[in-house]
């Protein structure tokens, strides 16, 4: 069996509803089923899946595919790993397939690191690593969590792992670019190592932690680099993103130490931001995996404002977070040793609402002796709850401002409805802005052009026909993908475009053209008389674009015999447009 046989058997044996399905909630609508897009800031099901088609598409932001693009885009695999992964899970047998390989470049840095954490686990088992190892202990760490998150130990025996590096010939120049070398030195000296994993569970950096007194930094971390980006990494998640689904819920925390504690109490839904501000790119991944989000972040005043502002960041993409506030400001790692497991679940049980959160934060350092503080602080009670959807919550909260201050309630209410009306006039004219610019109008030949396209993916016959009209196609991506559609029918004796989909994946701008027309609303089955329109509305495009050509050049043309017979050709392709009786259809 070759490559194409074999990549066709395992999306043919792969049902798409039950894959995307495992990752993402489904409902069944008539034949397709719907859930939320996971690749933009979807609030209402707009992603459809065809189980007859094997696709899906989204109505919003259009993104489209077959089950190995989907593996591809939600869980960050290359063609390779969303191939064995569903092979694996259809019984069909990979083998020997040539595929695109990766970056060899970034293959070798994964491979250093590979071997540099092999080489740290060995030396905290060995004899020099007992101290190291007593150390662990102490904080609660066994040789079951050491073997889990591969912590290892980096010596005092100065530049030991440049050295071994180097004679496995790997250069200096690449140690010190991917950040365990500096100046053809070691970075890291008599440490516990804690590896530090990128979303698909490479280890792309570390963290070494001081384990005796000393004048040194607690913490010395890897540098960004080209495989260690910190915007584009979340501790544990490789680990979490199943976890998370199992939990229906992710916990957000500080660092890794809050991560490798939080294990031992057998809660594994969390990740870690290892101390960067959250990106747009951290968002999306933490989406991909739960909208049910706990931040259980540290209980000192930092924590606080980190929870604060991160909690802002989601909402600005329309997802509601808890927040869990540690007493004592101690630290999830901290209060778990102190406190035990029941403790900690207990807090995480009773996260508060973020806007509830943030009510509790607005009234912390709140003079409710001056009127002037009091008063802004309602007024932002209110507009805290103006954003709010949910009319019992919002009602509760005006009573309570009532009470505790001795105001009538309508007073308050009436100050939150002109707050809401308000919002609410900006929302909708945000939205007609947004909607102006997303649209764009497609005139009839080219809605024409990719009509006759999606015809040919979802009829064999319609191929045929296409072959033997033998159209004129102007634009190149649209013309090669003609081509190519006819190309594979001709060597499969079939047509299926999830399989058309695998086929072109490594033609980028034949692959993006396809996907831009399976997410629009075109018809699926035609008849012969409609589809001869459609051929129509391209020769009628086509005959303009002549016409317009020989205008332009008669009006260069200063020969008066040359005028007449571009004049006469001119003449001749209207009155064969004439002749073919030119009409307008509702295309």
Not at 75 to 101: Q, S
Not at 174 to 195: A, T
Not at 232 to 244: F, G, P, R, V
Request: a neutral charge; aromatic letters at 10%; glycine letters at 4%.
């Amino acid at each position: 069996m070759n490559g194409e046989d074999t990549k066709t058997l395992i999306r043919s044996r792969t049902d798409i509803v039950d894959i995307i399905g495992e990752r993402i909630p489904l409902e069944k609508k008539g034949k397709n089923f719907f859930g939320v897009c996971p690749f933009h800031d979807d609030s209402s099901p707009s992603l459809c899946v065809s189980r007859e088609k094997q696709i899906y598409t989204c109505f919003s932001c259009h993104a489209t595919g077959n089950v190995f693009s989907f593996m591809m885009d939600y869980e960050k695999m290359n063609f390779a790993e969303a191939l064995h992964y569903l092979g694996e899970k259809v019984g069909v047998e990979v083998g020997k397939i040539k595929i695109k390989k990766e970056n060899k470049e970034l293959q070798k840095y994964y491979d250093i690191y590979d071997f540099s954490v092999k080489y740290f686990q060995n030396n905290l088992k060995a004899e020099v690593g007992e101290k190291a190892r007593d150390y662990l202990q102490k904080r609660g760490i066994d040789d079951a969590v050491i073997k889990e998150f591969q912590i290892g130990l980096s010596l005092k025996k100065i530049d030991d792992l440049t050295k071994i590096l180097t004679v496995k010939k790997y250069d200096l120049v690449d140690l010190n670019k991917i950040g365990l070398s500096s100046e053809n030195h070691d970075i890291y000296n008599d440490r516990i190592m804690f590896p530090l994993y990128d979303i698909l569970g490479k280890v792309v950096g570390f963290s070494g932690r001081i384990y005796s007194e000393g004048k040194e930094n607690k913490y010395v971390n890897t540098k960004e680099t080209v495989i260690f980006k910190k915007g584009e990494c979340l501790y544990h998640y490789h680990i979490a993103k199943e976890e998370a689904r199992i939990k229906k819920s992710i916990i957000i925390m500080e660092g890794f130490m809050d991560i490798i504690r939080a294990s031992t109490i057998g809660i594994r839904n969390t990740i870690a931001l290892m101390g960067t501000a959250l990106t747009k790119e951290q968002i999306k991944l933490i989406k991909r995996i739960s909208k049910n989000i706990i931040l259980c972040l540290d209980g000192d005043e930092a924590g606080k404002k980190a929870a604060y502002n991160i909690g802002n960041t989601f909402k600005e993409e329309d997802i509601e977070v808890k927040i869990v506030t540690l007493p004592n400001e101690e630290d999830p790692d901290s209060f778990i040793l102190k406190e035990g497991k029941d403790a900690f679940i207990s807090y995480i049980e009773n996260a508060l609402n973020f806007n509830d959160y943030k009510i509790k934060i607005m009234k912390e350092k709140v003079n409710f002796n001056s009127i002037e503080e009091t008063t802004n602080y309602i007024n932002r009670v209110i507009n805290e709850i103006s954003t709010l959807d949910d009319e019992i919550r919002t009602e509760i909260i005006l009573k309570r401002l009532a009470k505790d201050f001795n105001i009538g309630y309508n007073t308050l209410e009436k100050k939150f409805l002109n707050k809401k009306n308000e919002m609410d006039i900006q929302k909708q004219t945000q939205q007609k802005i947004i909607k102006k610019v997303e649209v764009v109008q497609k005139n009839k030949y080219q809605k024409a052009l990719e009509q006759i396209i999606y015809f040919m993916l979802n009829n064999d016959w319609v191929i045929n026909e296409v072959k033997k009209e033998n159209l004129l196609v102007t634009d190149e991506i649209e013309r090669t993908l003609i081509h190519e559609i006819s190309y594979y029918y001709e060597m499969t004796g079939k047509i299926s475009i999830a399989d058309m989909i695998t086929y072109l994946s490594e033609k980028e701008k034949l692959l993006n053209s396809l996907k831009n027309i399976i997410s629009n609303d075109y018809m699926d089955q035609v008849e012969k008389e409609t589809l001869y329109l459609y051929f129509k509305v391209i020769k009628e495009e086509n005959l303009k674009k002549q016409i317009k050509v020989l205008e332009r050049k008669l009006k260069n043309e200063l020969d008066p015999i040359k005028q007449a017979k571009i004049g006469n050709e001119i003449r001749a392709l209207r009155i064969g447009d004439n002749k073919n009786g030119s009409r307008n259809y509702d295309i």
